[in-house]
């Protein structure tokens, strides 16, 4: 049977993580959970891990949950690993969105100044996660989830030397699965091609006979659902950038694209209901009194007001296709490998890749048109920048970061939201 090991098991989403695996249990017979938090998530961890084990419990599958503060302990022997924790949990998130507005500038979770902070804090742990894995459990498969995710990613297989790590995303999963519905079409008829970046890539879509068909995709996006997670602001994009694109911008693009609009929106929230995080925080309590009654043993529906609703989906695959050497595509955070040619070999990027035992092979694009080419090598430069403040503390070099960051406005007052938020982060920041 599967080890399987997930770091910050307190999370609200594992429900959804156990109803992946009790669906493919067939195929992927788990043999023992192990769900691993600290101290700071002792309560949640103890409450969202009894609600796990009613739920193998109520399965027809006997497989035991283990909670622990201890994760060494956990990862003996483990096959997977799975990670999906918030250092400084949510409050920390808020202080990443509330300080940026606080100068009018974005504040979100994996973007701006926001998600370079949440790199900050994230680094240094997940470095930590993967040297224990190298005497734990060499043998180990490292499934991340933990945001900003291709940075994670990145430093895991570029500076931990880890090179069996996949990093995943629910995004493409939901472009995948509500646009065929758009068009009335069976999604298993469609073939997909993503790259770019974590929450920055661009995809195109073919139809059974080859066909491109991205363009009526575009069409139908202005009236139809087309899978845009819950936590993003819908503002239209540009019809005639779209048309020049000829590919289709993911979610997250409407921050870069569509910057003012956003931002607005954004700075309304921010003086007036709260923002996402603060949103987020009581979605979250509610989740938890629910996971508090006994006689609760299946996923309840409030979990999908969350952004990240569908993610087992990616998990459970991926892990599956590892697992059974499937072969099958899937959009994950890998390594590069020529896939798209206008970035480093060794960049980690997020592009749709056959999944095998052996890990992920991408499925090249090409190079981009010049204006994809520009976005993608700034947020690049960006994210290589924040990696490698985050594992030395340059404090020079994390300036950097914010300033090539195009949702931090430049000048001193880069300077100054940079040294609100470290001070802010002070405890999570060993580095700096
Ligand atoms: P959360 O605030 O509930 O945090 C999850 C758990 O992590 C908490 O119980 C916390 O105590 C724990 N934790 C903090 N530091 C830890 C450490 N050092 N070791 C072990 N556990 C630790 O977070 P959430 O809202 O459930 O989100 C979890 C993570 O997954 C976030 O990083 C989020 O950005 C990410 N996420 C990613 C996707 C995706 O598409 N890749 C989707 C959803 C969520
Ligand atoms: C999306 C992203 C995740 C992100 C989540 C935020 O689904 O893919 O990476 O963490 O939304 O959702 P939330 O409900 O926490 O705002
Ligand atoms: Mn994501």
């Known amino acids: 049977g599967i080890k399987i090991v997930t770091i910050g098991g307190g999370s609200s ?18 043999k023992e959970f192990w769900l691993v938090d600290v ?10 891990g009894q609600m796990a084990q009613r739920m193998w419990d109520a399965s027809p599958y006997d497989v035991k ?15 997977f690993v799975t990670t999906q924790f918030r250092v400084g949990l949510l409050n920390a998130r808020i202080k990443d969105e509330r300080i940026p507005f606080s100068y009018g500038m974005l504040g979100q979770e994996t973007n701006g100044a926001g998600g370079m902070m949440k790199a900050f804090r994230t680094v240094p742990v997940i470095l930590d996660i993967v040297e224990d894995m190298k005497e734990l459990c060499p043998d180990a498969w490292l499934i991340n989830f933990t945001n900003p995710s291709g940075m994670i990613t990145e430093t895991v297989i570029k500076y931990g030397k880890w090179e ?20 009335s079409i069976n999604g298993e008829e469609l073939i997909y091609q993503f790259a770019g970046l974590n929450h920055f890539h661009w995809h195109k879509v073919f139809d059974k006979t080859g066909k491109d068909i991205t363009e009526d995709i575009i069409d139908a996006m202005y009236t139809k659902d087309d899978g845009t997670p819950t936590n993003i ?4 994009f540009v019809r005639e950038q779209l048309e020049q694109m000829k590919v289709i911008p993911c979610g997250y693009h409407r921050y870069y694209y569509l910057q003012d609009e956003m931002l607005k929106h954004g700075l309304e929230e921010y003086h007036g209901i709260g923002t996402r995080g603060e949103q987020v925080k009581k979605t979250e309590a509610e989740l938890f009194e629910l996971y508090k009654d006994p006689t609760l043993n299946y996923k309840p529906e409030q979990l999908t007001q969350r952004g990240g609703t569908y993610y087992s989906d990616a998990a459970c695959e991926c892990i599956n296709a590892i697992y059974n050497n499937k072969n099958i595509p899937m959009v994950v955070s890998t390594k590069n490998n020529g896939a798209l040619p206008d970035l480093d070999a060794d960049s980690i990027i997020e592009v749709t890749s056959y999944l095998t035992a052996k890990g992920a092979s991408p499925v ?5 048109n010049s ?4 976005w993608l090598q700034v947020m690049k430069a ?15 070099l994390a300036l950097q970061a914010f300033l090539l960051n195009p949702q931090v406005m430049g000048g001193n007052i880069a300077k100054q939201v940079l040294d609100e938020m470290l001070v802010a982060n002070e405890k999570y920041l060993p580095q700096f």
């Open 233 to 236: 602001f819908k503002v239209d």
């Open 364 to 368: 090249a694009w090409g190079k981009l």
């Open 164 to 183: 069996k790590c996949i990093g995943l995303c629910n995004v493409p999963v939901n472009s995948m699965m509500k646009e065929p519905e758009m068009l």
């Open 382 to 396: 960006m994210e290589e920048c924040t990696i490698e403040a985050a594992i030395t503390g340059d404090y020079g």
């Open 13 to 30: 989403y594992t429900p959804e993580l156990m109803e992946g695996f009790i669906k493919r249990y067939e195929e992927c017979p788990i």
């Open 65 to 79: 949950v283990y909670l622990t503060l201890d994760r060494r302990e956990a990862l003996i022997d483990a096959d």
């Open 371 to 374: 204006a994809e080419k520009g």
């Open 39 to 48: 101290e700071e998530g002792k309560e949640k961890l103890e409450i969202v």
